[in-house]
């Protein structure tokens, strides 16, 4: 009897490990998956959501724009007991706000959500959720993380190992040091961010304002790579193509979005003349943005924030490979539920710029955590992200 149930067991083991190692092909309506799943019955669907405002340790400035604080919109997805968290960032220049998400979160709870009474139904229930307006990106992504943050906590299991991904291949982050017209500000905080393994410096100020900033990192760090971001602020593509080889022999790595994002033609000129390679940024928020940059660019930065979140982010991942073009994970400013998300793909990534929850000085949740310079992927299931914290600081959440 004892050997029977031991056998039964390790049957019941069996179909819950096939049904993981192959969840990531099609978490939907498989019944072996349905069987990891806890309470089968369903009570529906349930999404809320809560303003929130994340404070910026440093003014931050880009090329640009420059602020103290972003909003964010934290949502949660409820189903049988269990929850999933998801997050909308909302740089001001992308357009979208705390009333923005808010109407169009109120059109998923209604005219979605109430159609589905399975949340591994993620592809039908984020295709319909994609289909209610055009943009709304970020709106979009904190319904995909809070869903794929519950599927995975129903399946027990983070989204790497559902994918199948090693989590040994993750790439070190860079840390990001924003333009700062105070010399000494641009050294302290090279000299706090001299522990990482890339320093990202955001130029497309002038060229005597890049120079500056590039000749104060190295004056404290003098051999760290570079990540730089021109955010499309440099103008003249002769001008740029320049400036990649002077930054090539800086210890500059990459080169992100010289030039205007809808000029494809002049990032191509840079991209064909710069011994590092370029990165879509601007250029390239959606998958379908893929085939227009092609040629164009050698990698793209892939951000939730941008793509709709995580299902069409891994979609990005497999054709961006299979054209042969790199990959970075970036992020905007946000906590640790957006970045923790993001960190799922980290290991099919070439370069990763996951700084955002450690750039904010209020992130009301801990997850995916960095051991020297590179990020680590837990057992923690979903997106990785314990809302521990959560419940202290709910309070501090404006409504
Ligand atoms: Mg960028």
């Not at 090693?166 to 990001?176: I, K, L, Q, V």
């Not at 955010?231 to 022999?249: C, F, H, I, P, T």
Request: contains cysteine; aromatic residues 8%.
């Amino acid at each position: 009897m004892i050997l029977c149930n031991f056998a039964d067991m390790k049957r019941r083991k069996f179909i819950l490990d096939s049904a993981l190692l192959t969840a990531g092909a099609a978490v939907s309506a498989h019944l072996p998956v349905m069987g990891a799943v806890r309470h089968v019955s369903s009570p529906g669907i349930r999404l809320e959501w809560e303003n929130f405002t994340a404070r910026m340790k440093y003014t931050f400035t880009i090329s640009g724009s420059s602020r103290t604080s972003t909003p964010i919109v934290l949502t949660r997805i409820t189903w049988n007991g269990e929850t999933g968290y998801g997050e909308a960032s909302m740089p001001p220049y992308l357009g979208e706000s705390h009333e923005s998400v808010d109407l169009f979160l109120k059109k998923v709870r209604e005219d979605v959500l109430p159609r589905f009474d399975d949340p591994f139904r993620l592809d039908a229930i984020l295709r319909e959720t994609d289909d209610i307006a055009e943009g709304n990106n970020a709106a979009k992504a904190s319904v995909d993380i809070a869903l794929h943050d519950l599927v995975g906590k129903l399946l027990g299991q983070p989204w790497w190992r559902i994918w199948g991904y090693s989590p040994e291949n993750t790439p070190c982050t860079c840390y990001t040091i924003g333009y700062d017209e105070s010399d000494d500000i641009v050294r302290q905080k090279t000299a706090e961010a001299s522990g990482s393994r890339f320093l990202k410096v955001k130029l497309g100020q002038g060229d005597a304002r890049d120079r500056r900033m590039i000749r104060l990192i190295r004056e404290v760090c003098p051999r760290t790579p570079l990540f730089i971001d021109a955010n499309q602020g440099w103008k003249d593509r002769v001008y740029a193509s320049e400036m990649a080889g002077w930054l090539a022999e800086q210890g500059a790595v990459l080169i992100e979005q010289p030039m205007a994002r809808d000029d494809i033609e002049g990032n191509g000129y840079v991209t064909s003349r710069s011994p590092i390679p370029v990165v879509a940024d601007e250029s390239c928020r959606r998958l379908k943005d893929i085939r227009n940059i092609y040629g164009a660019f050698d990698a793209i930065n892939i951000k939730l924030m941008k793509c709709t979140g995580l299902r069409e982010g891994h979609e990005m991942v497999t054709l961006a490979h299979s054209l042969g073009m790199d990959t970075m994970i970036g992020c905007m400013t946000e906590t640790s539920v957006a970045i923790s998300a993001a960190a799922q793909l980290s290991p099919k990534m070439r370069w990763a710029d996951l700084d955002g929850n450690i750039l904010i000085s209020n992130d009301p949740f801990s997850g995916m955590k960095l051991v020297d310079g590179r990020i680590t992927l837990g057992m923690l299931p979903g997106i990785g992200v314990s809302d521990r914290l959560y419940g202290s600081v709910q309070d501090n959440c404006a409504q």
